[in-house]
């Protein structure tokens, strides 16, 4: 059979019936531009965290409480409370003689809580953590000081602001040593860092957020005597196996452990980091895809009303090509031929208005300081135009087998 045929046949029937074409197409448009939206999204969204993660430093590791598999993220990482990772700890970490080839090493506890000053009010993130916070970030004081030592130990009320935060509440202003109510407690501004630029899941977000002593932190605003993580600065990339085994036996030997596989804390180095947030960005991203194919399901269905409609209106045209010498097979392959074109159609429509979509995404995430991508793969694509064929075939299996059967006879006495 001509195949070209059946296809102008389909071409004249959509036209035929323009807006229930349309909205039969519609649902195919719909699904196949939320693949391609979500995967490209997806991806951009992926590379961007990866590439931030690359950032913070190729001879950082880090120390989680709580266990896991080396192929997954540990509990702390999944936003679980674990209290077995201490200040102690981390001091023991800092001696050379337990893991002499940390350069500097910093502990970090995470919150949000109100920030006053004078008629300005806000929710603000903040982070407690030690003095060693700019040697192990690679980050700069654009005014003033970091905490120190002693400031770190004993309760000190100071505070060091980010760079978005000190142009919000003070603009023009030179912050330093003005005073600040942080949870209803009055701080002492001593620093004020340098810009850094938007990030992503608060991988370096140190802009929109303020820097307590990590003492100051736990006791007088969140109540808790443990760390969040701790991160170590290596001397050389070189010396980082080697550091991670000081590490354990030096967390094994404070904590009781003779067995590893008793083990209440991780240790990530970069590579392990990279692997952990492309394993959680891969599931979100499999699952959101899974989301968007409903939508292709979805029209698949209309496709399938709208062909079974067709089969109705149609009866006596089934009957005169019978009669005319269309076997079973042609009927069904004309009826099939038109749900893919359909959908095929409906999906070259979806790709298009999908890329533009990403496209329109990425230069908005661009616009607020991030540095997204613009990512969009030929497998998408390919696996969008396949699915889409697919989903005209098989949910036009039912009508064209039901046009197929009609008596050619019966077709003709049709009213």
């Known amino acids: ?47 961007l965290i990866l590439d931030q993660v690359k950032g913070v430093g190729s001879n950082l590791v880090a120390v989680l409480p709580g266990a896991s598999e080396e192929s997954g993220p540990p509990a702390a990482a999944m936003g679980i409370a674990i209290t077995t990772f201490t200040y102690d700890d981390l001091e023991a970490l800092r001696e050379e003689k337990n893991v002499p080839e940390v350069e500097a090493a910093a502990g970090y506890v995470n919150g949000t809580t109100t920030v006053e000053y004078e008629n300005i009010s806000n929710n603000l993130s903040f982070t407690g953590t030690t003095a060693s916070y700019i040697n192990v970030e690679s980050t700069e004081i654009e005014k003033g000081r970091f905490f120190n030592k002693d400031e770190e130990t004993n309760l000190s009320r100071v505070v060091v602001l980010g760079n978005q935060i000190a142009q919000d509440f003070f603009e023009n202003q030179d912050p330093i040593n003005k005073k600040i109510d942080v949870d209803d407690k009055s701080f002492l501004v001593i620093g004020v860092l340098k810009k850094r630029g938007s990030t992503a899941l608060g991988f370096g977000g140190q802009d ?17 005597d443990y760390v969040g993580y701790a991160r170590l600065k290596i001397k050389t990339p070189e010396l980082i196996p080697y550091a991670i085994e000081n590490i354990k036996l030096t967390l094994r030997d404070r904590h009781d452990i003779d067995d590893p596989a ?10 392990s980091a990279l692997k952990m947030v492309s394993q959680i960005t891969d599931i979100l991203r499999y699952f959101l895809l ?51 074109f359909i959908a095929f159609l409906g999906g070259i429509i979806g790709i298009l208005g999908g890329i533009f979509l ?26 969008a135009t396949t699915v889409s064929i697919g989903i005209g075939l098989i949910f036009g299996v039912y009508p064209a087998k039901r046009a197929a059967r009609i008596s050619p006879m019966e077709a003709l006495r049709y009213e």
């Not at 929109?208 to 808790?224: E, N, S, V, W």
């Not at 008793?262 to 590579?271: E, G, I, K, L, T």
Request: hydrophobic fraction near 55%; charge should be positive.
């Open 290 to 340: 899974a989301v968007g194919g409903m939508s292709l399901i979805v029209g698949g269905v209309g496709i399938m009303n709208v062909m079974l409609i067709a089969v109705n209106q149609r009866i006596k045209e089934v009957g005169l090509r019978k009669a005319l010498g269309a076997k079973n097979n042609d009927i069904l392959n004309q009826f099939l031929i038109e749900s893919s």
């Open 208 to 224: 929109d957020g303020i820097f307590l002593p990590i003492k100051t932190a736990q006791k007088l605003i969140m109540g808790i």
């Open 1 to 47: 059979m001509n195949i070209l045929s059946p296809i102008k046949i389909s071409y004249k029937n959509l036209l035929a019936a323009k807006f229930r074409s349309f909205l039969t197409i519609l649902g195919i448009i719909i699904g196949v531009g939320s693949v391609i939206l979500i995967m490209a999204i997806g991806r951009s969204a992926q590379e």
């Open 358 to 383: 990403a496209y329109v995404a990425a230069v908005i995430v661009q616009f607020l300081g991030y540095n997204w991508p613009f990512l969009i793969s030929w497998q998408s694509i390919v696996l």
């Open 262 to 271: 008793n083990d209440d804390f991780s240790v990530r180095d970069q590579a």
